[in-house]
């Protein structure tokens, strides 16, 4: 969020959200920045009958939406004295890490955060003023980027059996850096090519194919995006079995011969280019120079993590304003597909789509930010479909296994990988909702778009794992909006929770237990 707003002397003030910068709570910050001011408890005001009609609409019935330390307060004057200096703190704080994170960036880069709204584009700035090659990054628009994009499917996130003992969760210590030190990406001239590229080995490429498993596959690695019931707008990233059509990189494509059957059709070829090494290479180099509460340390992190994002952006091609009535008409006349909040006295708040935005250069190179997780995808295919152990669960940089990895995977250094957990027991209900009782007797949870996951009881979810089970209805607060009602809302929600079969079908024993998975097959020839 960047907003230009004048104050009453006239003077612009440009307003950025600090989050996108350093994606870090404010209290993580405070410590790793060694503020001399540090973020206090937040006050809390509990509901009563003491208060005022007034009063109880700042008040909170329940503290459950809160996964912090609070400090509680059931007087509204001393809460309204007491939010009024918490907020003051945070400002303070968030000010002096602000201005730290400044220097520092300065210092090392001679780069002003200043004139840039997120981590990716300062990291993107770094790297265009110290280490892009010139007239090497191609850039994609048009029919180009439509192709490419339906490449860039992301990271790999699959659940495949739904529960297990004396379980193993490994991270890859930077998995994007990692590859993007690792590989040579598509780089110079763009072109296109009709028929099979595979003979050019010296080229690198992004195909239209027709895929094919060559048999039933435990653990189906190509990943594409495909419609729930025929619903273009309900797409869900899968690895299937069977037939389809998918977007291809010449990496992928590589690695997956063994067990698929692949035609390429048509697609654009580019040269081979290490564009990334030295950046990361540097970075890394830097961030192991400092212990992990160093403020270098994060910045190195977060500016490795956040570049080959900035390569993939999505062309903004939509336009947002508020007009009068008078100008609202002739907009509907001038474009089709139009949206609009009608503000009443204050007019209208529009958005409609612009093609003189499509046609515009957007600066994006989306085939090198889809090859990194093409790459990525494809280094963690050595651990998928083995038979030395069972896969449980994986994301796109971390596994869940039966036994402990072999050491020549294990260590500290980028692309290898570190244990996270030893687990007595886990439950996988589905991608990105798990939870386990670690073997020193810690619970971990995740569920996907639930805040307090941690307050969510592990056999409730074991009890899930029934196929019978009508799922769990969670309470939980989310922050509402009005532009018309000029309001912001804390509301009650209902979060229902069960287990999903979008990626995987699950298996059911002769009790209703889940006890495996098995991939979906498509037919799409």
């Known amino acids: ?55 109880k609409y700042y008040a909170n019935t329940s503290t459950q939406h809160y996964n912090k330390d609070i400090k509680l307060v059931y007087n509204f004057k001393e809460w309204k004295k007491l939010i009024q200096e918490y907020c003051e703190r945070d400002c303070v704080v968030l000010h002096e890490v602000m201005c730290e994170f400044k220097e520092l960036v300065y210092s090392k880069w001679r780069i002003n955060i200043e004139d840039y709204p997120t981590t990716s584009s300062l990291s993107f700035a770094i790297y265009r003023t110290h280490y892009l090659p010139v007239n090497t990054v191609p850039i994609t628009t048009g029919k180009v980027f ?81 419609s729930i019931d025929g619903n273009k707008s309900r797409l869900r990233t899968i690895s299937p079995n069977g037939c389809f059509n998918m977007k291809i990189h010449k990496p992928e494509y590589v690695n997956a011969l063994k067990d698929y059957d692949i035609i390429i059709k048509e697609g654009y070829y580019f040269e081979e280019g290490d564009i990334f090494s030295k950046f990361v290479l540097d970075l890394y180099t830097l961030r192991k120079t400092y212990v992990k509460s160093h403020p270098l340390n994060l910045t190195c992190k977060l500016l490795m993590n956040s570049l080959y994002g900035r390569f993939g952006m999505k062309p903004i091609t939509t ?5 009068d009535r008078k100008t609202f008409l002739k907009l509907t006349q001038e474009y089709n597909e139009i949206d609009f909040i009608d503000l009443d006295k204050y007019g209208l708040f529009v958005t409609y789509e612009d093609p003189k935005k499509r046609n515009s250069d957007h600066k994006v190179s989306v085939g090198i930010a889809s090859a990194v997780t093409a790459f990525s995808r494809v280094h963690m295919t050595k651990f998928k479909n083995r038979l030395d152990f069972n896969l449980y669960y994986s994301d796109t940089d971390s596994i869940f296994i039966d036994i402990w990895l072999y050491r020549k995977y294990v260590g500290s250094e980028i692309g290898q990988f570190k244990l996270e957990y030893a687990l007595k027991e886990a439950v996988f209900l589905g991608p990105k909702i798990y939870a386990g009782i670690t073997t020193d007797d810690k619970y971990i949870n995740k569920i996907k778009g639930f805040k307090n ?73």
């Open 146 to 226: 439509d192709f490419i994009r339906e490449s860039y499917t992301g990271g790999s996130t699959d659940m495949y059996i739904p529960s297990g003992k004396n379980l193993f969760c490994y991270d890859v210590n930077s998995l994007y850096p990692f590859v993007m030190l690792e590989h040579k990406y598509p780089v110079g001239q763009i072109s296109e090519f009709f028929g099979d590229i595979s003979i050019l080995e010296d080229k690198y490429w992004i195909a239209e194919a027709s895929v094919s498993t060559k048999k039933e596959l435990r653990h189906p690695y190509l990943q594409i995006h495909h």
């Open 1 to 55: 969020i960047s907003i230009n707003i004048k104050n009453n002397s006239g003077v612009n003030i440009n307003i950025k959200d600090s989050y996108l910068l350093l994606t870090q709570s404010l209290l993580k910050l405070s410590k790793t920045f060694t503020c001399t001011n540090l973020k206090g408890l937040e006050p809390v005001l509990m509901y009563s009958e003491e208060l005022s009609e007034k009063e």
């Open 319 to 323: 336009t947002q304003k508020f007009v």
């Open 453 to 525: 996951s941690k307050s969510v009881d592990f056999n409730d979810l074991k009890s899930l794992l029934h196929k019978n089970s009508k799922g769990l209805d969670l309470q939980h607060q989310k922050w509402f909006r009005s532009l018309s009602e000029e309001s912001i809302q804390i509301q009650d929600q209902v979060y229902h929770l069960m287990t999903t079969e979008n990626k995987r079908k699950i298996l059911y024993d002769v009790n209703g237990l889940a006890y495996d998975t098995e991939a979906l097959t498509l037919n799409n020839k």
